[in-house]
């Protein structure tokens, strides 16, 4: 899909950051609010870098004592690091959308991090992405007894992204 050149900016009202891992008992699912995100399209039409950040302290699994573990030094240190960064490093071109790769920052950490994307064009001139991957959790630093929390964290995105001022009309 070829794009109009510019930086695309996501609606954070229609934007979502969400998480699934293995745990002891069960599978967890929660998310994160994403706070601003990002993507450069070159003047050819392609991707060229996508960059995202998210709010640690908006870690929410949907039970408190959980939630407050999370946000603790134990796990992301929310008050020492209170953002977790994506930045893409290649994006490539696939049948029917971009494989990104990206680093996820999370404190002092860095973790791989390869995305699946799936666009789609919006009636309004949006772009809809559909964002899927996986991190393993211990590479980006996020420390827990294996049998306790398992090591694959399944990651999905969702975002609206609209052109800024800077992107042209074709």
């Keep these: 899909m070829k794009l109009n050149p510019g930086t695309w900016t996501a609606d ?4 979502h950051a969400r998480f699934t891992v ?6 967890v699912h929660g998310s994160f609010d994403v706070t601003d995100a990002s993507l450069v399209v ?7 870098r996508v960059e995202a950040t998210l709010a640690a302290a908006s870690v929410t699994t949907g039970i408190a004592k959980r939630d407050k573990d999370l946000r603790s030094p134990k796990f992301f240190g929310v008050d ?7 930045r893409s490093t290649a994006i490539e071109s696939t049948g ?6 990206g ?4 404190g002092d950490s860095s973790a791989p991090v390869v995305l699946a994307v799936v666009p789609e064009a919006s009636s309004d001139g949006a772009l809809v992405i ?3 991957g996986e991190v393993d959790r211990a590479a980006a630093g996020i420390q827990a007894p294996p049998p306790v929390i398992g ?15 800077d992107v042209g009309t074709r």
């Design 42 to 48: 070159d003047a050819q039409g392609s991707p060229v």
């Design 103 to 106: 680093d996820l920052l999370v």
């Design 130 to 132: 559909r964002a899927i």
């Design 96 to 101: 029917d959308g971009w494989r990104v790769t």
């Design 22 to 27: 293995r745990s002891f008992f069960s599978r």
């Design 151 to 165: 090591r694959a964290v399944s990651i999905e995105i969702g975002a609206r992204l609209t052109a800024t001022a």
């Design 12 to 15: 954070l009202t229609a934007t």
């Design 80 to 86: 020492a690091h209170p953002t977790i960064r994506y």
